[in-house]
């Protein structure tokens, strides 16, 4: 059924007709039916395009609530693409993102409004959520707004980290969205009588899982509250007692509730599914996941923004040593992983080399910057028949003896911090706004997980005060958590900022 869709919105049609009166998305507040989920979205639609927005991409900047998805839906229903912008993005970060989408609207709260007054919106008009989704329905100009979208149309825009300063803005189709989320639940077989706990940010495309798993299976998405993340060992009692029966989390969040002990303490008979993805999730944790709920099935799962969230799973069949590579395991249905070398050919098993993406769930681009898209998203070299478009992802891995994929690292300066994707250039440019500062390396210290950020400069800094300052410019999970003022960075022969010199100190001198 799903192969047919136009839009992933249609998913929210059949699964009002199916089970309107099913809740389907929750949070710490409120609840919403699928039929009031659709009822909300349509009059916001309606709003949408009768603001003349047309099909341009819209900014939803509102706390993260049954709301946000309200309006993503409601995006859709106007024929456009959405963009979700964090609660407490930078709004000097916002501003770029704006500059470089040009949307038609703004979705926000009042006070957030207030907020955007001091930014550049290049004419976006902001409409405010209470007011949108008070209006009236005109089915009429949504559905003949909504027959006009094709699959291969942008669904979402998700910016992430760019190596220049400047998030990218990752452009998502419907196709990738409406395949993906038909695979995962035929493969973890997804029924009505799910209940979900979303864990990952809307910006951050884990949360696909979450909202469309559900619409297309009716199963039912509950938002879990933020303070659950501040003490993070109280999440086995948020999930039993909302009886959540799947999770896609990061590893991150799976080692803290792991490390915690608490999931030897509390009873999760109704829980079935331990997804996770994102970077690297450790054996040790893991292993402490499994020995407490031996029932449940363990899936690790891997794919980049550029992907539509996940191109490759393996699921967990085996106790692994503490020291064993995870794999990534195998692609997904509609995608295909090839592993290139440097000369463009296919790595042979067992040699390292870029892994790269084919099949539905491959991005359009990074919006309104082709020559960006050009490099990362190219022809398939293996392929000289046809146009056959393919996203090299950065990641360094290589074929084991048993087929699997195994995932090896980055091969740029791209990291994962708590689950986060990160650019160091990202921190580098928002750094080099600083006063009195020559010069910028920002390294990451893997060992403690933590960013480290050298400056060139005669000035007297201290990190507390530099990170008020960054925190103009970049979200607080990229500030550095530890500084170091030099006279002069050391520099390669061929006068790059030599980082090996500065990671080599890092270990031998400390910080
Ligand atoms: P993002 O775009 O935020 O989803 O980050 C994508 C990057 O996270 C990938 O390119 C990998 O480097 C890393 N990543 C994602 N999933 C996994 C996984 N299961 N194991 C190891 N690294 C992962």
């Given at each position: 059924m799903a192969s047919t869709l136009n839009s992933a919105v249609r998913l929210l049609d059949l699964a009002a007709g199916r089970y309107g009166s099913k809740v389907g998305v929750a949070d710490a507040s409120s609840e919403l039916t699928f039929a009031r989920l659709r009822e909300l979205a349509l009059r916001a639609g309606t709003r949408l395009i009768r603001e003349g927005v047309q099909g341009a991409p819209v900014i939803v900047y509102l706390d993260k609530s049954v709301n946000c998805i309200v309006s993503f839906m409601a995006v859709m229903y106007s024929g456009g693409p959405y963009v979700p912008a964090a609660a407490d993005i930078p709004l000097q970060r916002l501003e770029k993102i704006i500059a470089n989408l040009e949307p038609g609207c703004i979705i926000t709260d009042t006070a957030k409004a207030a907020a955007l007054d001091g930014i550049e919106l290049g004419g976006a008009k902001v409409l405010i959520y209470d007011e949108t989704v008070g209006g009236e329905i005109d089915e009429s100009l949504v559905y003949s707004r909504l027959n006009g979208v094709v699959d291969t149309d942008p669904i979402y825009i998700m910016y992430t980290s760019g190596s220049t300063g400047t998030p990218k803005g990752v452009t998502v189709c419907?196709?990738?969205?409406?395949?993906?989320?038909?695979?995962?639940?035929?493969?973890?077989?997804?029924?009505?009588?799910?209940?979900?706990?979303?864990?990952?940010?809307?910006?951050?495309?884990?949360?696909?899982?979450?909202?469309y798993g559900c619409l297309i299976t009716g199963a039912k998405l509950i938002i879990i509250p933020e303070q659950f993340f501040v003490y993070q060992n109280m999440l086995p009692e948020f999930l039993r007692d909302n009886g959540v029966t799947t999770i896609f989390w990061v590893p991150t969040v799976m080692i803290n509730v792991a490390n915690s002990h608490e999931l030897e303490k509390v009873e999760l008979p109704k829980l079935k599914r331990v997804l996770f993805c994102g970077e690297v999730m450790p054996n040790l944790q893991l292993n402490m996941w499994r020995r407490a709920l031996p029932d449940c099935i363990y899936a690790n799962l891997y794919g980049p923004t550029e992907i539509t969230d996940v191109c490759s799973y393996y699921i967990v069949d085996r106790e692994f040593e503490d020291h064993e590579p995870l794999p990534i395991g195998r692609a997904c249905k509609n995608m295909r992983l090839v592993i290139l070398d440097e000369n463009n050919n296919e790595a042979a098993p067992g040699e390292k080399g870029e892994l790269c993406v084919i099949g539905s769930g491959v991005a359009l681009g990074y919006w309104n910057e082709l020559e960006l898209t050009a490099r990362a998203f190219v022809q398939n070299p293996l392929n000289p028949s046809y146009n056959e478009w393919m996203y090299r992802t950065g990641d360094i891995a290589y074929v084991g003896g048993d087929g699997l994929i195994m995932y090896c690292g980055r091969?740029?300066?791209?990291?994962?911090?708590?689950?986060?994707?990160?650019?160091?250039?990202?921190?580098?440019?928002?750094?080099?706004?600083?006063?009195?500062?020559?010069?910028?390396?920002?390294?990451?210290?893997a060992e403690n997980e933590r960013i480290v950020l050298f400056l060139e400069s005669k000035g007297d800094f201290k990190l507390r005060t530099i990170n008020k300052e960054l925190l103009k410019y970049i979200p607080k999970y990229m500030l550095p958590s530890a500084l170091r003022v030099m006279e002069k960075l050391p520099h390669t022969a061929n006068d790059k900022i030599d980082r090996k010199t500065l990671g080599a100190m890092l270990r031998e001198e400390g910080l």
């Open positions: 419907h196709r990738g969205v409406i395949d993906y989320v038909s695979w995962t639940s035929s493969t973890f077989g997804l029924t009505s009588e799910d209940v979900l706990a979303n864990q990952a940010p809307f910006y951050f495309d884990n949360s696909i899982f979450d909202i091969k740029d300066f791209q990291i994962k911090i708590k689950g986060n994707r990160v650019e160091l250039g990202e921190i580098e440019a928002a750094a080099m706004c600083l006063e009195n500062v020559q010069n910028v390396c920002a390294v990451f210290d």
